[in-house]
């Protein structure tokens, strides 16, 4: 790199430095220069420099000054800040991603901890809830049950072939904000968003999803403006029929190799569906298997403050879906690996189930017609109990309520997974506080609103001295002049990881111990400072190197276990993953060896 010149101005002087461009991932193609302008993946806006105007015929086009891509992040971030409400700010970070991609990664990597809950979580939730009204922009794929037959054909429209990523939703179980159709959107848009700022996998790698089967929700069937299928849900063979061509035209158009996380299916079509898919696809559940993974890893974190091992405590899980389901399961490994037998580990999970009467409505989907929760015992009525949750039915005699519940039980984890917001009550997590000196409480439903507790609350009943972790954000929480910073126990410590991870070494399937592999690999990563403030995660601010660890440690577990594809194997499995990454740098858009 030659030395600067002070007789150039400054434009020119960045333009001499090479400060542009990187070289190694420099576009130099046939793409006209107003089409670079306008095309997210390439533009730069701003940051053009006056040499690349020149070269691509835009010169002109744009204002004079050259923006540093610094200053262009400080630009976005005025911009935002001069927003009230969070879904303008979403809105206009989408809008940004559409015009800048490399841009707006810049921006959500600038400050995660800020940005997150504008992208994700609790934000992308009023998003769903508005989808039809704030849709813009085409984002992603709609792929309608009127498409069945032919959605191989639908798929080969998307422009890119080298997709390695889709994350797919059918819209019947968004958060936990229920069946919103197509406008659930968002979510397969917002987690792939993330695969980008928190793992680094490619954004033109990734394709999100939304199948649209109908939905079931009166107020969607009737908005004027919704975007989606106004019809009410597919089911049954139709339904299956359906996601199975899905499955089979994904590999066929992208290669076996594609990973499919599925996200916010409803419980018995998500559970299903895994079983079916998951030996034979490269392929998870986020709401099962990333919730359980990143909740175990947060278990693993606080013993470390109890000094006991998972075995020794007693879980109580507020729901029996998805995410508790698969808790219980992960833990159930955990504890088996810590040396239990499955019915002495069983023996330490119990779970309120969210509703006592479920009925059969057809072989596989079970409604509840008649809400009052009780414990999941094995003395309920034949028929009433999924097989999922029968593998933890307690032999106990009925217990109706949580608080009879934690009365009976004592636990000393209590964990909500329910979208039952409030549920967590004054009296509930008194009760925890009086039968243990540190009771570990998860209010793990999403969005903020379908928390179980605040973190606020939980601090307060339990006058400090809980552990506290929840999947949406909360802020820092003082109590008698102490302060606690609330861990936010959301899968997005661990799905961008495990994609990371998989998709480095060209996996084809993901066995459940990936994600028990994941916890303990995200458990190892909290320090002494992060438990001693509160937390059981390390601070969003690290959440990529976090990525980078969990995905190097599912690389050694896929070679070790014969799982990997990708030859030969790297040597320095981080660096290999590290060189696949997304690069922020805008790339240099005429050739290097151009100077002025
Ligand atoms: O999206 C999130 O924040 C976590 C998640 O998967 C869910 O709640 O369904
Ligand atoms: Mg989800």
């Not at 400050?111 to 989808?131: F, H, K, N």
């Not at 079916?276 to 470390?304: E, H, W």
């Not at 636990?411 to 329910?418: E, K, R």
């Amino acid at each position: 790199m030659s030395k600067p010149d002070s007789k150039l101005d400054k434009y020119a002087q960045r333009d001499r430095l090479g400060l542009w461009g990187t070289g190694d991932n420099e576009v130099v193609g046939s793409l006209s220069g107003f089409t670079r302008l306008l095309d997210k993946r390439y533009s730069k806006g701003l940051a053009f420099t006056h040499e690349e105007r020149q070269q691509l015929g835009i010169h002109g086009m744009l204002p004079y000054v050259v923006r540093e891509p610094s200053e262009q992040v400080e630009h976005c971030r005025a911009l935002l800040a001069r927003l009230d409400q969070d879904l303008d700010k979403y809105m206009y970070l989408i809008s940004l991603s559409e015009r800048n991609e490399r841009l707006f990664y810049n921006v959500l990597s600038s400050d995660i901890a800020y940005m997150m809950p504008l992208v994700y979580t609790p934000t992308v939730g009023l998003a769903c809830q508005r989808y039809s009204l704030i849709h813009q922009n085409a984002k992603g794929m709609f792929i309608s049950i009127k498409d069945k037959g032919h959605i191989y054909d639908v798929l080969k429209n998307w422009p890119e072939t080298d997709v390695r990523a889709i994350v797919v939703t059918d819209g019947e179980r968004i958060l936990g904000l229920g069946d919103l159709g197509a406008n659930g959107m968002g979510i397969p848009v917002g987690k792939l968003s993330l695969y980008t700022a928190l793992a680094g996998i490619k954004p033109s790698q990734c394709l999100p999803i939304t199948l649209d089967v109908g939905t079931n929700t009166e107020s969607i069937l009737e908005d004027p403006l919704y975007i989606g299928l106004r019809e009410r849900r597919a089911t049954g063979d139709l339904y299956d029929e359906f996601i199975d061509e899905f499955m089979h035209a994904c590999v066929r158009r992208f290669g076996q190799n594609c990973l499919i996380q599925f996200e916010d299916f409803a419980n018995a079509n998500a559970f299903r569906l895994l079983s079916k898919y998951r030996d034979s696809f490269c392929t998870f559940n986020d709401d099962i298997q990333g919730t359980a993974s990143v909740a175990v890893a947060g278990l693993l974190a606080s013993l470390k403050i109890k000094k006991t091992q998972l075995k020794d405590n007693t879980l109580l899980f507020l729901g029996a879906g998805e995410a508790a389901l698969g808790i219980a399961n992960l833990c159930l490994m955990a504890m088996k690996v810590e040396g239990l037998t499955e019915e002495e580990a069983k023996a330490r999970i119990w779970m309120v189930d969210r509703c006592r009467y479920i009925i059969k409505i057809h072989p596989d989907t079970y409604r509840c017609f008649l809400c009052s929760r009780g414990v999941i015992t094995r003395d309920r009525p034949k028929g009433g109990l999924t097989e999922h949750k029968l593998h933890f039915a307690q032999l106990h005699e009925p217990i109706d309520t949580l608080a009879e519940a934690v009365r009976k039980v004592r636990p000393n984890v209590l964990i909500g997974a329910a979208a039952q917001g409030g549920a967590f009550n004054q009296e509930i997590l008194e009760l925890m506080a009086d039968i243990n000196e540190t009771p570990i409480i998860f209010a793990l439903s999403n969005p903020t609103s379908k928390a179980e507790c605040t973190a606020e609350e939980a601090y307060t009943y339990t006058k400090g001295r809980c552990i506290f972790a929840s999947g949406s954000p909360f802020a820092p929480v003082t109590y008698n002049n102490k302060k606690f910073y609330p861990g936010q126990g959301n899968n997005s410590y661990i799905f961008p990881g495990v994609a990371l991870g998989v998709l480095c070494a060209g996996m084809l399937n993901i066995p459940e111990q990936v994600f028990l592999v994941a916890a303990e690999r995200l458990a190892e990563l909290v320090s002494k400072d992060d438990l001693a403030k509160g937390s059981l995660y390390p601070p969003l601010s690290s959440i990529v190197s976090c990525s980078m660890a969990i995905a190097e440690r599912i690389v050694e577990y896929a070679y070790k276990n014969g799982l990997a594809t990708v030859r030969p194997e790297p040597v320095n499995k981080l660096a290999f993953i590290k060189a696949q990454m997304y690069d922020l740098d805008y790339p240099r858009s005429v050739p290097a060896t151009y100077k002025m």
